[in-house]
């Protein structure tokens, strides 16, 4: 679909705009979602933290009145129930009529949306799970009318996924995020100049590296409305180095900067395993595959390869199901 090209960018793009609030973030990512996807009859989007099992933020955006009426009757039920059917992170958008297993609970809970929402118009939800590896668990919801397709490529869509589990992050440390030059991050103009860096940021590799991938972004970013977002978020990775994510900055004289902040995904009971080592092995243990870690991280598909082997031996563990369970919400220490 040729009016969805580069869209999808746009939409990352305000998920890394950090708001004083969740409720202000969700609001701006819910009203960005309806404009990406205007024949949706609604766009839910849910903050969910896993342990203690507790919603943080639940927006709707819809014009159909009797349909918000429904989602806000059972906005805590629903967020819980739907969330947890969805079974781990989705890989692109994930179709609740399509997508469901044959007698797995998702298509109780679609007999029952059919029932509930008869007369509105939804015919069908599309998912976007993403887990932050850090305790919390965000969702977007398309509800969407008989025969409405959702435009993007399902890769797109689930690179947008990893991008939204870091902006997640980001937003809840905004306080952190919004300062003039975070700790251990970088400041830097569009074209890789350096404006000025702190602590770690300032290593040689690590600049080098952060210059160039500066670099390399913007341009395909600037380029996403010729040659889509897929392209672009190919580019564009969850992390760099496993560390940084990227900001954009306005000066008060209109010129724009590049932040690089500290944005790894941090369990919060590490196991006793190094930093970069357990937030490989939360997002492993939350579902995600090597390659998918990989792109979220900004590492190496060998290097997380290796991390989730060796977070398996130093926990005495024989498999990603037992890894799984040992970082588990309330989980005791293998």
């Not at 793009?13 to 708001?19: L, S, T, V």
């Not at 781990?88 to 679609?110: F, T």
């Not at 792109?295 to 005495?316: E, N």
Request: charge should be neutral; charged fraction near 25%; hydrophobic fraction near 45%.
């Amino acid at each position: 679909m040729t009016r969805q090209r580069g869209r999808l960018v746009r939409f990352v793009e305000a998920a890394y705009r950090p708001r004083p609030s969740v409720a202000a973030w969700l609001d701006e990512l819910t009203s960005e979602a309806a404009a990406l996807v205007p024949e949706s009859a609604a766009v839910v989007s849910r903050l969910l933290e896993l342990e203690p099992r507790r919603l943080h933020g639940y927006m709707i955006h819809s014009d159909n009145a009797d349909l918000v009426r429904l989602l806000r009757a059972e906005e805590q039920a629903d967020a819980l129930r739907v969330d947890l059917l969805m079974h781990g992170p989705s890989e692109g958008l994930r179709r609740l009529q399509g997508d469901a297993p044959a007698g797995s609970p998702s298509k109780e809970v679609l007999r029952a949306m059919e029932e509930r929402f008869a007369g509105t118009g939804m015919a069908d939800t599309h998912h976007l799970t993403a887990f932050d590896g850090a305790g919390f668990c965000l969702t977007l919801g398309f509800l969407v009318r008989e025969g409405v397709e959702i435009g993007s490529s399902r890769l797109a869509w689930a690179r947008a996924g990893m991008h939204f589990a870091a902006a997640c992050r980001l937003q809840r440390a905004a306080e952190r995020v919004l300062a003039e030059l975070p700790s251990d991050g970088a400041v830097l103009h569009p074209d890789g100049r350096l404006v000025d860096a702190d602590g770690k940021a300032q290593g040689r590799d690590q600049l080098a590296l952060l210059r160039e991938t500066v670099r390399q972004v913007d341009r395909a970013r600037a380029t996403a409305h010729r040659e889509g977002s897929a392209r672009a978020l190919e580019v564009w990775r969850g992390l760099i180095d496993g560390t940084w994510s990227l900001l954009d900055r306005h000066d008060h004289d209109g010129r724009r900067y590049i932040i690089a902040v500290p944005n790894q995904a941090s369990p919060r009971d590490p196991r006793g395993l190094s930093p970069q080592v357990a937030q490989v092995a939360a997002l492993a243990a939350a579902g995600y595959s090597d390659k998918w870690i990989a792109y979220g991280l900004g590492l190496a598909r060998s290097t997380v390869a290796t991390h989730v082997q060796t977070a398996l031996t130093k926990l005495g563990l024989s498999s990603r199901v037992a890894l799984a369970k040992a970082f588990a919400p309330g989980a005791a220490e293998p």
